[in-house]
T-cell receptor, first 115, second 116 residues
Framework: AQTVTQSQPEMSVQEAETVTLSCTYDTSESDYYLFWYKQPPSRQMILVIRQEAYKQQNATENRFSVNFQKAAKSFSLKISDSQLGDAAMYFCALYSGAGSYQLTFGKGTKLSVIP | EAGVVQSPRYKIIEKKQPVAFWCNPISGHNTLYWYLQNLGQGPELLIRYENEEAVDDSQLPKDRFSAERLKGVDSTLKIQPAELGDSAVYLC??????????????FGEGSRLTVL
């Protein structure tokens, strides 16, 4: 079984500042993907960033970047220059493609952005 | 390109009543998922379809929940009878076929169920 743990139920950040959301995971698979999804209030969940486990280089998408520590099974999300529109629930998710094809989510971190 | 479409967005019913949710995935996406999301929690998989075949329904409470995807396109999730604990958001998601799947799912806006 694979698990995803987000230990920060809530976080807040000042507008224009930087915030880091934490995630740890566990899987016995060697081939997997990690994701951060964003779910604004009453709106659909969208993909923020994706990391392939076989890639050593950390993924970056504009103001969003990850710190992927494979040995430690850690996958944190850094949001730079935070904007009001970044306020949402953020879910870390793990996907194993080798047979199980299962996407497992963490419990989420609610991010508030303070003007 | 149209996204994943779900209906209804909101549903309020009395306990013991039946309810059904409908989902139309992105065109060409062979894989369809139904997730349950309780308040303040992450989504939990109920069932996954590859075309019309339910390939993972191990988490679907089969005594009261059922799902179908008869033609391998749209899908219906049914609860009968509904219980108070079924109040939650039911998310539908889709992705390209299994062989091309990198785990990125495309979600609908969800159907929020309230059972009174």
């Amino acid at each position: 079984a694979q698990t995803v743990t987000q230990s920060q139920p809530e976080m807040s950040v000042q507008e224009a500042e930087t915030v880091t959301l934490s995630c740890t995971y566990d899987t016995s698979e060697s081939d997997y993907y990690l994701f951060w999804y964003k779910q604004p209030p009453s709106r659909q969940m969208i993909l923020v960033i994706r990391q392939e486990a076989y890639k050593q280089q950390n993924a970056t998408e504009n103001r969003f970047s990850v710190n992927f520590q494979k040995a430690a099974k850690s996958f944190s999300l850094k949001i730079s220059d935070s904007q009001l529109g970044d306020a949402a629930m953020y879910f870390c998710a793990l996907y194993s493609g080798a047979g199980s094809y299962q996407l497992t989510f963490g419990k989420g971190t609610k991010l508030s952005v303070i003007p | 390109e149209a996204g994943v479409v779900q209906s209804p967005r909101y549903k309020i019913i009395e306990k013991k009543q039946p309810v059904a949710f409908w989902c139309n995935p992105i065109s060409g996406h062979n894989t369809l998922y139904w997730y349950l999301q309780n308040l303040g929690q992450g989504p939990e998989l109920l069932i996954r379809y590859e075309n019309e075949e339910a390939v993972d329904d191990s988490q679907l409470p089969k005594d009261r929940f059922s799902a179908e995807r008869l033609k391998g396109v749209d899908s219906t999730l049914k609860i009968q009878p509904a219980e108070l604990g079924d109040s939650a958001v039911y998310l539908c998601a889709s992705s390209p076929g299994q062989g091309a799947n990198t785990g990125e799912l495309f979600f609908g806006e969800g159907s929020r169920l309230t059972v009174l």
